[in-house]
């Protein structure tokens, strides 16, 4: 199946710095793409669906103002956590899905960790 | 909006069955889908259910009833490393890009 890369696996930063988190489609171009957070033992909820192009779309609730996406290529997708604090400590994952077909690819997912 | 309902936790033994009810609400159904969670990982796909009936893949098949909002994944001949968490969706508009909305999650754990 195809592949979804994210940059990096694991980070630990101070309270009030900024984190870039990196997804790839590795060998598929994904003109959409979606982030997703998810605390132990819960769900994945969705944050925002990454538009290559154009703006991304929020779910309700969620600071645009602090995660910022942007969706530069038909490859790469960056979330911007802006001024992390610990609650904003969690797993988050980004997946694509194949072009007409029925199946999302996910990243391995990035566990933010903010001290 | 969009709601699924599914059980928290099942416990069973290795070469057992086991089933994993999914109910769902949600304004314009197109889809239920099946993933799998390992801790620590990523999820990944198991199945893909647009119609109602059965949908088999070797050892894991899934159902889906759309008159009922319902659908469940059949998990047979457990095995120790069928212990994961195990999630449904529904895609809602197949215009938005594979829009996945999940459930809670159930976690499986399989012993011997």
């Known amino acids: 199946g195809a592949v979804v890369s994210q940059h990096p696996s694991r980070v630990i930063c101070k309270s009030g710095t900024s984190v870039k988190i990196e997804c790839r489609s590795l060998?598929?171009?994904?003109?959409?793409m979606f982030w997703y957070r998810q605390f132990p033992k819960q769900s994945l909820m969705l944050m925002a669906t990454?538009?290559?192009?154009?703006?991304?779309?929020?779910e309700q609730g969620v600071e645009k103002d602090k995660f910022l996406i942007n969706h530069a290529s038909l490859t790469l997708s960056t979330l911007t956590v802006t001024s992390a604090h610990p609650e904003d400590s969690s797993f988050y994952i980004c997946?694509?899905?194949?072009?007409?077909?029925?199946?999302?690819?996910f990243g391995p997912g990035t566990r933010l960790t903010v001290l | 909006g969009q709601s699924l309902e599914q059980p928290s936790e099942v416990t069973a033994v290795e070469g057992a069955i086991v089933q994993i009810n999914c109910t769902y609400q949600?304004?314009?159904?197109?889809?239920l889908s099946w993933y799998q969670q390992h801790d620590g990982g990523a999820p990944t796909f198991l199945s893909y259910?647009?119609?109602?009936g059965l949908e088999e893949t070797g050892r894991f098949s899934s159902f889906l009833s759309r008159s009922d909002s319902y659908g469940y994944l059949l998990l047979q001949e457990l095995q120790m490393k069928d212990s994961a968490s195990y999630f449904c969706?529904?895609?809602?508009?197949?215009?938005?890009?594979?829009?996945?909305?999940f459930g809670g999650g159930t976690r499986v754990l399989v012993k011997p």
């Open positions: 997946s694509a899905p194949e072009r007409g077909g029925d199946e999302q690819f």
């Open positions: 060998d598929f171009q994904a003109t959409t």
């Open positions: 990454s538009n290559e192009g154009s703006k991304a779309t929020y």
């Open positions: 949600t304004s314009g159904f197109y889809g």
């Open positions: 259910n647009a119609l109602d």
């Open positions: 969706a529904v895609r809602s508009l197949k215009a938005a890009g594979n829009k996945l909305t």
